[in-house]
Each structure stands twice: as C-alpha cells, then as structure tokens.
C-alpha cells in the first residue's frame, strides 16, 4: 500500500476539509463566547455594586400605587425617607441578591452574544443590521432565562417585603426559602414572559444601537480601536434608547414579581388592570431614576466589559 492509501487512512478528514474547517470554526467561536462569559461575569459584579442605588429607588416608586397605599411623591421623597428611616445602608437593601444575580446575567448575556456573532459575521467580521438586532435578542433572551427572571422576581419580593411594617425575611437563604416554600420553584420564576420580552427588546436596541455607533465611528477602517470613553458614551446613548423603548414592559414585569402578583391573572391582565385603575401614565413609573441608572449601567458596562475582552484577547489566545 502507498503513502497516499495509508494517509488517507490514517486521517480520512483531509478529503473533507470543509469538516475540519467547521470544527475549528466551532472551537473557535466557543472560545470566543467563553471569554464573553468570564469577562461578562466579572463586568457584572462590579456594575452592579455602582448602580444599586438608583435600581433600589426606581423599583420603589415602580410597586408605589395611587390613593391611600401611595408612599413617596417623587425620587428625591423615596431617598428621604428611606435614609430617615434605613440610614444610608438602606438604599441597599437587596443588594445581595443582586450580586448573586449580576454576575451570573451578565455572564450569560455577554457569552451569548459574543457566540451568536461569532457565528453571525461576514467574511470581514461585520454584523449585518439584522444580525445586531438578532444577536442582542438572543442574548436578551438567554440571560432573562438563565438569571435575570429568578433573581428579578427574589430582588421585588425583598423589597416590597422591606416595606411591610414587619418584615418576614431574615436574609437572602431565609427569604428564598420563603418563597420558594410558600410558593414552590415557579414562586422565583414569576413573569418570566414580560421579562423574556422586556430583556429581549433592551439588548437587541442596546447592541444594535452600541454596535452601529461603534461601525460609525471606525467607518472604513474596521480595526480602528474605540477609546474606551467614546464607548461609554456609546452605551449612555443604548441606554438611554432602551429606556424610552421598553419601560412599560419594566413596570408590567415589577408588578407581576411583586408580593400582590397573585391578584394578576397574566401579563395581559395585569397590563390591562394597570391601564384601567391608574392610567397611561402608570407605564412610566420610574423612568427618570431608570433613565439616570441605566445610562450610567450601560456606559459602565461596556467600558469594564471592552477592557476586560481587550485583555483578554492579549493573553488569552
């Protein structure tokens, strides 16, 4: 037999290349959506140990309902008398379930994302207009499952129970316990639709609007580095856009997580009952503190986030 008969033999692969080809693209774009998971966690836990504050305050005034039960009379009302009656530390109460959360979010948005464009480039690694929206969807989508439906639904229900002249929970493995108890395991994944359609929408607008800011910015020159201030501001911009396009979905998804959400048939009919007790304007409850948290989120975020896969993509090779 010659060299040739046992070459092919011995590696049968080599009259399918395209095979090989496939599974280096696979290897590849698993690692790059690996490298998205760590540097994403990472961005995750020390965003949210920023930001807390303003999430606090926009969710209180978000569960704040009209008449007798009514609390605050505005933003700077809410930080007033939760430092009179909390002290400072007060306006971050919940902040633990939100680190427990943060990271694991982030890390399954950002590894998401990086993998469904890695398999979404053109042959000079541009995304399409469609493919921003699509990958931002998908990874909207992946992290409102994965992480953002159960430690959303856990943050509300600890909040709304710090309101409550006697609070039930003791801490975060009791009040889990709690719920889950009283409630079983879908007692945490509460309005998992709103969230799925309220993720989905924030990051298909967010990475879009930050991906075709950046394209704008490099024109022509594809490898043109981004300052990592100009994608802060990048991401302000995402946020901000964000904000204006889904609040409504945000206020729908607070309302179906909080301690009353038993009252609410479905998303529908809590839309609807909201609609029809307190009006159109109810929708954008919290859109003032959301708006300043989100943009300084977002714009955080993407800077930690672009440091850390820059480096990442210098020694992790």
């Not at 280096?24 to 994403?40: F, M, N, P, T, Y």
């Not at 569960?63 to 009302?77: H, M, Q, S, T, V």
């Not at 699509?134 to 430690?151: D, K, W």
């Not at 924030?202 to 490898?223: C, M, P, T, W």
Request: glycine share 12%; proline share 4%.
């Amino acid at each position: 037999m010659d060299r040739s008969a046992i070459a092919s033999l011995v590696s049968p692969y080599r009259r399918r290349p395209w095979m090989t080809e496939q599974g280096a693209a696979a290897a590849a774009s698993g690692q790059v959506g690996l490298k998205g998971i760590v540097a994403g966690g990472i961005t995750g836990g020390i965003e949210i140990c920023i930001t807390y504050p303003t999430e606090y305050v926009k969710t209180q005034l978000q569960l704040d309902e009209k008449g007798a039960a009514k609390k605050y009379n505005g933003i700077f009302d809410c930080v007033k008398k939760t430092v009179r009656e909390r002290g400072v530390l007060g306006l971050y109460r919940g902040l633990s379930v939100l680190v427990y959360g943060s990271i694991p979010k982030s890390a399954a948005r950002f590894g998401a994302f990086e993998f469904l464009k890695s398999n979404a480039v053109d042959s000079r690694g541009q995304l399409s207009n469609s493919g921003k929206l699509l990958c931002g969807l998908g990874a909207g989508v992946c992290e409102a499952i994965v992480a953002v439906t159960p430690m959303e639904t856990i943050k509300v229900k600890f909040i709304n129970d710090q309101r409550s002249a006697n609070p039930k929970f003791k801490g975060f493995a009791h009040g889990v316990g709690q719920i889950i108890k009283s409630e079983g395991i879908s007692g945490i994944y509460k309005g998992l639709t709103p969230t799925i359609l309220k993720q989905g929408s924030n990051q298909a607008i967010r990475f879009f609007v930050l991906e075709s800011l950046k394209d704008l910015y490099k024109g022509d020159d594809h490898s043109k580095p981004v300052p990592k201030l100009v994608v802060g501001v990048f991401g302000a911009i995402a946020g901000a856009a964000s904000v204006f396009g889904n609040t409504p979905l945000d206020v729908v998804k607070t309302r179906m997580q909080g301690l009353e959400a038993s009252k609410y048939k479905n998303t529908a009919h809590c839309a609807l009952e909201i609609m029809k007790n307190e009006g159109p304007a109810a929708f954008y409850k919290g859109t003032v503190p959301r708006l300043g948290r989100v943009c300084l989120d977002v714009a955080i975020t993407f800077m930690i986030y672009d440091s850390f896969m820059d480096l990442f993509n210098k020694v992790w090779v």
